[in-house]
């Protein structure tokens, strides 16, 4: 089967630079000068800006490059967010070639083999698309996932509009607070927004981080209510938290204006399971605590939704869950340790110290007993 050129596309926070990538989505990527990708599917070719990484001083023998973190590299690890096996990248990337190898109508068939790492929004999707291939075998590539997600859409849409609409009422009754100006003013912008929101067809035009910045620039005067109004913008549904913004996105186009493809649609079903490194303490919010005693191996999604959330602003949406799944992820560590799989002498009290790390920044509310 014909590749196309290779391409080059930023990957994540990391410091990486770039990644060549071989592209098979004929339709849409060939020849096209991509510069931004989803940071997910590929594996990291060179880094940039070790030297700018800093070390804790209480651990500098603990130093380590996020990427370099060795717990997510082995098989089956519980995410300490929601609890489901991760992929580690090699797994992933065994995946990704079956699909290289393969035509569209074959792609259901192999993710069916992958599904039980598939993240719970992916799931739900797959388990849509699978529904909806059985209700119409007269689709002209049987099995085909772009053709199933189209179908899905006309049923999906309407769910995610309502969601939507919800989150500008609660914004509506905001402004009912404001000083007329500023009512005036957001009232405006929402009347706008609520026009995108209603719109149908191939390409919905509501895009959610342009509308969070229009958002964050209209002047409020009452810092709480400025910073309510964020909050509520932040809480639009994604395509990584509902699973009908997952399939309304990926039946729509992509940032060239262009159909996702199947085999696209094949990759992102799974690329959210790849595990990924995380930071107790956030990185962006306090640096300099680059080493083991401050990472946890998570789903690159789960990593996404955490975002910079202080530690228990995180733990606390949703403390039964995180209890159970904290505890499974470093059960799984300490017995890859124990085992003498890890042979990195460094990594000999890393539950230990990862642990005390929570127990630290939860300034002791949480309390993980092996």
């Given at each position: 089967m014909k590749i196309a050129p290779l391409q080059t596309a930023k990957i994540n926070n990391y410091g990486i630079n770039s990644v060549n990538l071989p592209c098979k989505n004929k339709q849409n990527q060939i020849n096209k000068n991509i510069t931004e990708l989803p940071n997910t599917y590929y594996m990291p070719v060179s880094f940039t800006g070790r030297e700018n990484r800093t070390y804790s001083t209480d651990n500098q023998d603990l130093f380590e490059i996020p990427s370099d973190f060795q717990i997510g590299k082995f098989k089956d690890v519980p995410c300490p967010a929601c609890g489901r096996k991760m992929l580690n990248k090699d797994m992933f990337l065994r995946f990704k070639k079956e699909i290289d190898a393969s035509e569209p109508q074959e792609y259901m068939s192999i993710l069916e083999r992958w599904q039980d790492y598939m993240m719970p929004v992916e799931l739900k999707a797959f388990e849509d698309i699978k529904q909806c291939a059985k209700e119409h075998p007269e689709m002209s590539v049987p099995n085909d996932l772009r053709t199933s997600l189209v179908i899905l859409r006309n049923s999906k849409l309407p769910q995610l509009q309502a969601v939507q609409m919800k989150r500008v009422k609660k914004m509506r009754s905001l402004a009912r607070t404001l000083p007329e100006e500023e009512k005036v003013v957001l009232n405006s912008k929402l009347d706008k927004l609520q026009k995108i929101i209603k719109k149908t067809g191939e390409e919905s035009p509501f895009r959610r981080k342009i509308m969070i910045d229009k958002i964050s620039k209209i002047k409020i005067s009452n810092p709480n209510k400025y910073k309510k109004l964020q909050t509520i913008a932040a809480s639009f549904p994604t395509s990584n938290d509902i699973h009908s913004a997952w399939i309304v996105k990926y039946s729509g186009k992509n940032k060239l204006g262009e159909d996702w493809s199947s085999y696209d649609i094949a990759l992102r079903l799974l690329a959210s399971s790849v595990a990924n490194t995380d930071h107790i303490r956030a990185y962006s919010t306090d640096p300099g605590?680059?080493?083991?005693?401050?990472?946890?191996?998570?789903?690159?999604?789960?990593?996404?939704?955490?975002?910079?959330?202080?530690?228990?602003?995180?733990?606390?949406?949703?403390?039964?869950?995180?209890?159970?799944?904290?505890?499974a992820y470093f059960e799984k560590a300490d017995e890859i340790i124990s085992s003498g799989e890890l042979s990195s002498p460094k990594y000999r009290d890393y539950v230990a110290k990862a642990t005390q790390t929570i127990f630290e920044v939860s300034k002791g509310k949480v309390n993980i007993k092996l």
């Open positions: 605590h680059d080493d083991i005693s401050n990472y946890m191996s998570m789903h690159t999604g789960c990593n996404t939704r955490k975002s910079n959330k202080p530690f228990l602003q995180w733990y606390y949406e949703d403390k039964n869950l995180r209890n159970k799944s904290l505890k």
